[in-house]
């Protein structure tokens, strides 16, 4: 199997960004394995999702939710809707294992809406399986520089 390409993955990260911000969910979650999970802990370091409560924790079954919920005019926590604009920077190949390979990048996130704006930051992580000519996310990790901050609801995904 050849390397990775610095490259390839960043072009990945950035294409999965626009698809957020343009709100493409369901193109989006065409990303995702059909095994994918999608993570945000609510502790810094926080080792496993099911033995402490997550700001954000969706199998596949619950991700496929959040994007029909997410999809739907009468969703009233995105009533109006956010609007998005992400910033992905400095990815690192941390793992590579065949087709597999984990993924670190820093990422910010300023959602607008009402006009009332937040800014998300932290290191993202992915876990991405070689398909084709790209990839597909077998996990996505979102650890938030202040993860155990009181945040309003957080519908968005990172």
């Known amino acids: 199997m050849t390397r990775l390409a610095p490259q390839d993955i960043e072009s990945f990260l950035i294409a999965e960004a626009r698809l957020l911000d343009e709100r493409r969910w369901d193109d989006w979650l065409a990303l995702f394995t059909e095994d994918g999970w999608y993570w945000v802990p609510l502790e810094e370091g926080q080792a496993n999702p099911r033995e402490i409560v997550s700001l954000i924790y969706d199998d596949r079954r619950l991700l496929e939710t ?15 809707v956010s609007r998005t604009s992400r910033i992905v920077a400095n990815p690192t190949v941390e793992a590579e294992d065949g087709d597999e390979c984990t993924v670190r990048a ?41 993860c155990d901050a009181v945040h309003d609801g957080i519908s968005v995904p990172f």
């Open 66 to 80: 959040r994007i029909r919920r997410l999809a739907e005019a009468a969703l009233h926590a995105q009533t109006p």
């Open 106 to 146: 820093k990422f910010e996130m300023v959602e607008s809406r009402r006009d009332v704006r937040r800014v998300f930051a932290g290191t993202v992580w992915h876990r991405l399986l070689r398909a084709g000519d790209g990839f597909r996310i077998r996990w996505k990790r979102v650890d938030l520089v202040d």
